[in-house]
């Protein structure tokens, strides 16, 4: 694979930035997965828009246009012939031996633009996983106090949502579910999360601290538009939760998956229910049928 930094391909193992990188030194920077499905890049406007708000929001200035960056995305992804997988896009600054924590500046324009292609073998969970569900357990949430940082950030800072992750696998469990600090569900370590209750869709709101996940959006859509189905962001706790007919999590990367297990408590009969599996239908069309086309 060849990654793409600051103009230039790299091959992968050839491919390296400065130890002076304040992503590395400091965690500071900002980052997108974006999937791209039958050569199409889904939702790509949408994730650099996002990008453009995290970024804007720590004061990294991207000096480069928008329209530049969808360039080198599909510069990366021809020159590679990526036409299913994903890319992981990085911007951070890229620091020099003088630009040392005590002469940090309140703004910064010396970004460094990482684009890195990822082929979809390397997917996070196995098809069995999507067929039969998995299994998670919830913990209360740190971080999320809404005078902390904002968590629409999408920075490149993952450790908290890494030690979740790490405590399911430690339970044996493959993710966890984030309570906020009144007790509400929010979503996963890096998914956000949907139940199923009489035929009504519920997810928490994006006010309890839920990340605005734009696989989310795109199933609220799909859920009212194909489904006919009547979606309420709301508050969701534990019992409603323990309680729920269906449930499943969503993300860029692991699209659509259902939820069987909850705290070693099966969710209804234990099996993906038939509301998630119409929508992992209905998502799998969408994706392969839209998004911007790239040639080859
Ligand atoms: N996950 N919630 C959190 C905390 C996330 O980090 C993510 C992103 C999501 C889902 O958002 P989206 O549908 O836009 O991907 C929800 C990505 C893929 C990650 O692992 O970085």
């Known amino acids: 694979m060849k990654v793409y930094i600051d103009g230039s391909f790299f091959d992968d193992s050839e491919a390296k930035i400065s130890i002076f990188n304040y992503g590395f030194l400091y965690g500071y920077g900002v980052y997108e997965y974006i999937r791209i499905y039958n050569g199409r890049i889904f939702r790509l406007k949408e994730h650099l828009e996002r990008l453009l708000y995290s970024a804007r929001t720590i004061s990294l200035i991207i000096k480069i246009e928008q329209s530049e960056i969808e360039k080198a995305i599909i510069q990366t992804l021809t020159i590679n012939k990526l036409i299913n997988g994903y890319i992981k896009l990085i911007v951070t600054i890229k620091g020099d031996n003088r630009l040392q924590y005590n002469q940090l500046k309140y703004e910064y324009d010396t970004t460094s633009i990482i684009i890195i292609a990822i082929d979809t073998s ?153 509301i998630t599996i119409k929508l992992m239908r209905e998502f799998k069309n969408l994706v392969m049928s839209t998004g911007t086309p790239i040639e080859l």
Do not use: W
Request: with cysteine.
């Open 122 to 274: 390397v997917c996070l969970y196995t098809q069995s996983l999507y067929i039969n569900g998995i299994n998670v357990i919830t913990l209360p949430l740190k971080n999320v106090r809404h005078d902390s940082l904002d968590f629409h950030i999408k920075s490149i800072n993952y450790l908290n949502n890494m030690l979740y992750k790490m405590e399911a696998i430690q339970h044996n469990v493959h993710d966890s579910i984030l309570l906020n600090s009144e007790g509400y569900i929010i979503g996963c370590s890096s998914s956000n999360i949907f139940i199923i209750k009489n035929g009504i869709m519920y997810t928490p709101s994006i006010v309890e601290g839920c990340f605005d996940g734009i696989t989310r959006e795109t199933v609220i859509e799909l859920s009212r538009n194909k489904l006919n189905l009547i979606v309420k962001e709301t508050r969701i706790n534990i019992y409603n939760l323990y309680n729920a007919d269906e449930c499943f999590i969503t993300g860029t990367i692991i699209e659509l998956i259902p939820v069987v297990k909850v705290n070693f408590k099966y969710i209804l009969s234990g099996k993906p229910g038939p």
